[in-house]
């Protein structure tokens, strides 16, 4: 069984990382989310955790003992990693090696594993150069990207920057995954 980190943060598309989640599990992927403080204000873990049948981890320092080193666990187990909605604050963070939380600490430890950034967010972010520039560093490093829709976005304006369709966030995660395979197989 493959299995997926799903990291989702803090963005109103956040509810659909839940049919993200649903589909994945729907095609036999084991999927385990670790969610940002911010997604938390958006949708609660306990709707992953019911889809996914796995803790969802929002805290770095949780006060549970562990024989292990949480994160380094949860980023060896992956296979690959899908953040969805992805902010420009989780792009900046992975731009510039910042691992000051969960996700972006789990996301670190993950830098030979195939990951997969969908960005959302209003269209003057997504537009603005440092945003730009931070996903084409990324794309330098094997970053992977599904770039966000023109739609009506949550602040009323129309523009590029709603999170793309969830079946086309799937079909490259399950292609991210079938390459990955093929990719171990070689070498």
């Known amino acids: 069984m493959k299995n997926i980190l799903l990291g989702v943060t803090g963005s109103i598309a956040a509810?659909?990382?839940?049919?993200?989640?649903?589909?994945?599990?729907?095609?036999?992927?084991?999927?385990?989310?670790?969610?940002?403080?911010?997604?938390?204000?958006?949708?609660?873990?306990?709707?992953?955790?019911?889809?996914?049948?796995?803790?969802v981890y929002t805290e770095m320092f949780e006060e549970m003992f562990y024989e292990d080193v949480r994160h380094i666990s949860i980023a060896k187990s992956a296979d690959a990693a899908?953040?969805?909605?992805?902010?420009?604050?989780?792009?900046?963070?992975?731009?510039?090696?910042i691992a000051d939380d969960m996700l972006s600490t789990v996301l670190m430890a993950m830098a030979h594993?195939?990951?997969?950034?969908?960005?959302?967010?209003?269209?003057?972010?997504?537009?603005?150069p440092i945003v730009q520039e931070n996903m084409k560093k990324l794309k330098t490093y094997g970053y992977s990207f599904v770039e966000p829709k023109e739609s009506e976005l949550a602040c009323g304006s129309s523009g590029k920057g709603a999170l793309a369709n969830v079946d086309d966030i799937v079909n490259a995660a399950l292609l991210l995954l079938e390459n990955s395979e093929k990719q171990s197989r070689k070498t």
Request: some cysteine; glycine content about 6%.
């Open 82 to 97: 899908i953040v969805a909605p992805a902010t420009a604050g989780i792009i900046g963070k992975l731009a510039s090696g």
């Open 15 to 55: 509810y659909k990382a839940a049919e993200i989640t649903r589909l994945l599990v729907k095609k036999g992927i084991s999927v385990q989310v670790v969610m940002t403080e911010n997604a938390g204000r958006f949708i609660s873990p306990l709707t992953f955790q019911t889809l996914t049948k796995h803790k």
């Open 113 to 128: 594993k195939p990951a997969l950034i969908c960005p959302a967010m209003n269209t003057a972010m997504w537009e603005n």
